[in-house]
């Protein structure tokens, strides 16, 4: 089974070019860190309220990147709130997206090719091998907005996610997003990650407008 970041790759490369889509590079690097985050808690090793984020379970996951992140939750002497360690992984592990791609490449989802670009620089490119992870995600999120389903707690960290980092238009019309979007919203309120995630992405842009204004 995919984690949560790994749809998010899917989702976000275009699966004829294996080019990224038009998404704020720090906007979806956050996204990605708190994807990894939902996973933990939703395999019990974190737990998260309001204020603060505190480790349940530290021993090894069997994943090296969950580990990771682990392991420095595990090592903070003090309690401290989701958005600070979004803030603190993303800083941490900087190539976070890379990492996720050479998973999917790791589990013949995506392949490489290095091609010479104007013989200056390799531009890398990763197309989807096999669609099914990608159809089998934008289907599930579809079916779950499109109807009157109570999303189960893996779609409503998805949907929350999707909503994040701007790729609600990669799974659905603009028509159907303008007649869905009170649902699409109330599904993602339900996350209390999600939550602190978009609270990360408003404090970034508001950050970066500061350094541009100054």
């Given at each position: 089974?995919?984690t949560?970041?790994?749809e ?12 990224f ?18 996973n933990?808690?939703?395999?019990d ?6 204020e603060n ?8 996951t ?16 003090g309690?401290?709130d989701?958005?600070y360690w979004?803030?603190?992984?993303r800083l ?6 890379e ?11 995506l ?8 013989w200056?620089?390799?531009?890398r490119?990763?197309?989807?091998l096999?669609n ?11 079916d779950i907005?499109?109807s009157d389903?109570i999303?189960?707690p893996?779609?409503i ?5 999707i909503?994040?980092c701007?790729?609600l ?10 007649e ?8 993602a309120q ?16 508001v ?8």
């Open positions: 089974m995919l949560f970041a790994e998010l790759i899917l989702l976000a490369l275009d699966d004829t070019t294996g080019k889509r038009h998404t704020s590079n720090a906007k979806f690097e956050l996204v990605l860190v708190g994807a990894m985050l939902m933990l808690a939703l395999m090793r974190i737990d998260t309220d309001l984020l505190i480790t349940i379970d530290s021993s090894n069997g994943d090296v990147l969950f580990d990771r992140i682990l392991s420095l939750l595990s090592a903070s002497p309690i401290r989701t958005d979004i803030q603190r992984v941490e592990i900087p190539n976070l997206r990492l996720l791609i050479q998973q999917l490449v790791a589990k013949g989802i392949k490489k090719q290095d091609q010479k670009f104007l200056v620089f390799n531009l490119r990763y197309p989807v096999d099914t992870e990608q159809k089998e995600v934008k289907t599930r999120i579809r907005v499109l389903d999303p189960d893996h779609d960290v998805l949907i929350s996610l909503t994040s701007g790729l238009r990669e799974v659905f019309t603009k028509e159907e997003l303008k869905t979007e009170k649902r699409i919203y109330q599904i339900m996350d209390l990650i999600g939550q602190a995630v978009f609270q990360s992405i408003v404090q970034e842009i950050t970066s407008a500061g350094h541009l204004a100054y």
